[in-house]
């Protein structure tokens, strides 16, 4: 921000004695100070400010500081005021010697100018002893805009709540869009990502999460089954035609990454393939999984998005499949890739029941190969909604449905998705090994900034058991505790209560802000470091048990404004949408149009999303992600 950019100068001009910048451009015509060792406030005009900080830095040959955040705020009761604060250690040096001091520095900055707040009263302070502060969370991957969100939402009406509540009645794990924003607010999360568009039902997605208030949003668009990628392909298309495609897939749905779902399986689903190993070849286009990750993986990289290609792996849910796990991760030969949902792709097929954990070989890969990140997709106990755009693997689950009714369906054959419920029980087997597998997963990651906090809402949980699920990693007894009172004994098939580690506060911080804000290139988010967004969370450290710390935070404020106190919503806002547009050569387009003529019911200009359409009529301002391209020789 330019007011943070503003109130760090200053700190710099007064250690490097820059009196060039104690003008009337950077301040109005007064100055105030409050000298240390708390005297009386000094007001005084510019010439005499200069005079001033001469004197103090006369006794010492140097001044230097250190500034460790920058935390700039817009108070909800003035929006053109910026209240900037920063706390840093200042050095003074003196004939090789050095005193050392702290200090916490606010600054008041409204157009363009420091201002004098004096006369300005200050409708909140937020006392922040015995209090944590982080920057607000993000999650990277949520389901919680599109069109089988809300065919869950109309299936299973039975486990919406029929009594008086204040906001909804759907039930947790298919909420309303009010009622993920409510949630999602309160335990502090300020950014949630929908990583299942389909291209063709961008509109509706978009449409929903704008409808979804307080955080900001984004979505990743579905390729890997649509028939004009798989068709560029087969015919031996240069990598540059299929970079093309994928930057205009981008600008056309508005969305800030790229997701291949199951790759080509879906598409060889349609031809009565029930499976598609990494290396088999689909009946149709006699392309392999394999040539796909590495396709989109390198569009993906050389367009400069910063989000890697994030891949749903073949063979979901399938014993034995961490085989292909891996050489889903090899096929990107390299290149940055994100593996979402791991734990469903992270099994063996060992033991006397043909199933066993291999998160101990899949966490080997993800150690040691350095373009390598993942979430997890955390199974949890409970009723939820499996949902997925990966059609073959719903339809070989439909069997299990808990209640039995499900779904599958498909749109103008670009892609496919299925809705089947389920209940996890710790009465299962699979079930309570599942349950370990995620945990040994996130235990046996030794960098958070490779791993992050996800349930695959709401395919292995709702994402209101976040707090649950970080009190599991942070507290081996209670995990060690829940692992003794399973109903089925899974202890011969897990390592989980051999693994000593338990997560910090910093890793917690980390794997939910910092590594999802720098994966998805949300320079601005995050941190509270200079110009990072006002979306901060505050908890109270005096509430010794973290599931009840994380789930209730005592403040959280999304740009500037305090939203949520003491679990009540104060003030209601609207976040924008995170995009990326890689430049393309328009050529494609023709090509396309060709395609949508003949194929589609649609035509090819109704079927992009312009940013006044996002603007004006979907209801969501977007923020533009910077894409740097990149080349391989």
């Known amino acids: 921000m330019e007011a943070a950019n ?41 010439p005499t400010a200069i005079d001033i900080i001469k004197g103090m830095h006369e006794p010492y040959d140097s001044i230097r500081r250190s500034i460790y955040d920058v935390i700039p705020v817009v108070p909800s009761w003035d929006k053109s005021l910026t209240v900037v604060m920063f706390p840093f250690t200042e050095k003074r040096y003196k004939n090789g010697e050095v005193e050392t001091y702290r200090f916490f520095e606010r600054h008041y900055i409204k157009d363009g100018k420091i201002i004098d707040k004096l006369n300005e009263k200050i409708s909140e302070t937020i006392d922040c002893k015995n209090k944590i502060i982080m920057p607000g969370a993000i999650d990277l991957h949520t389901h919680i805009g599109g069109g089988k969100v809300n065919i869950a939402r109309l299936m299973l009406q039975e486990f919406h709540n029929n009594s008086d509540r204040d906001y909804d009645l759907t039930a947790d794990f298919i909420p309303s869009t009010l009622k993920t924003g409510l949630q999602y607010i309160k335990m502090g999360y300020t950014s949630c990502f929908e990583p299942a568009v389909l291209p063709i039902n961008a509109r509706q997605s978009h449409s929903e999460m704008a409808d979804t208030p307080f955080i900001d949003k984004g979505g990743y668009a579905l390729l890997g089954n649509d028939d004009f990628l798989l068709d560029l392909i087969s015919r031996g298309a240069h990598q540059s035609e299929i970079n093309d495609y994928v930057a205009f897939i981008l600008k056309a749905t508005q969305c800030i990454g790229i997701k291949v779902v199951n790759p080509g399986g879906i598409n060889a689903f349609k031809f009565n393939q029930r499976a598609l190993n990494v290396d088999e070849n689909s009946v149709r286009y006699k392309i392999t999984p394999r040539k796909i990750v590495r396709l989109l993986a390198r569009a993906v990289y050389e367009l400069g998005v910063p989000h ?10 399938v014993p034995g499949n961490f085989k292909s796990t891996i050489e ?32 101990a070989e899949i966490t080997d890969y993800i150690n040691k190969i350095p373009n390598l990140t993942c979430d997890v997709g955390q199974v949890l106990f409970g009723q939820t909604a499996t949902m997925s755009g990966d059609s073959m693997k719903q339809h070989a689950n439909h069997s299990h449905a808990h209640p039995d009714k499900w779904l599958c369906m498909d749109i103008e054959c670009e892609a496919g998705c299925g809705v089947v419920p389920f209940k996890y029980t710790d009465q299962s087997f699979v079930n309570a090994l599942q349950w370990a597998i995620g ?35 942070m507290n081996k007894s209670f995990r060690d505790n829940l692992l003794d009172q399973l109903s089925v004994d899974i202890s011969k098939h897990t390592i989980l209560k051999d693994i000593k580690r338990e997560y910090t506060l910093s890793e917690i911080a980390t794997m939910t802000r910092s590594a999802p804000a720098r994966i998805l290139g949300l320079t601005n988010k995050g941190s509270l470091s200079k110009e990072a967004d006002a979306d901060i969370t505050i908890y109270d450290s005096n509430i010794k048990d973290v599931e009840e710390m994380f789930a209730s935070p005592t403040h959280v404020i999304k740009d500037g404004v305090v939203v949520v106190k003491d679990g009540e919503i104060k003030n209601y806002t609207w976040g924008k949408t995170q995009v990326v547009k890689p430049e393309y050569d328009a050529t494609i387009e023709k090509k396309l149009k060709k395609y949508f003529d003949k194929y589609h019911t649609i035509a090819l200009p109704n079927y992009s999303i312009s940013n006044d359409e996002m603007s004006e009529v979907i209801g969501s301002d977007i923020n533009e992600v910077k894409c740097s391209r990149k080349r391989i020789s």
């Open 308 to 317: 890697p290609l994030h891949v749903h792996c073949s063979n979901l849910g």
């Open 439 to 473: 945990l040994e997963t996130f235990l046996l990651t030794e960098d958070p900034d490779k791993i992050f906090l996800t349930t695959d809402h709401p395919n292995g949980a709702p994402f209101t058991s976040y707090p649950h699920l970080i009190k599991l990693l």
């Open 6 to 46: 503003l109130a760090v100068s200053f700190s710099d001009a007064f250690v490097n004695e820059d009196y060039s910048f104690l003008s009337e451009k950077n301040f109005t015509d007064k100055m105030y100070f409050y000298p240390e060792k708390g005297l009386e406030r000094m007001e005084f005009d510019i």
């Open 328 to 359: 889903t991760i090899k096929a990107a030969e390299g290149l940055p890739v994100h593996i979402t949902h791991i734990q469903f792709h992270s099994y063996g097929n060992n033991g006397d029941r043909n199933f066993s954990s291999a998160s």
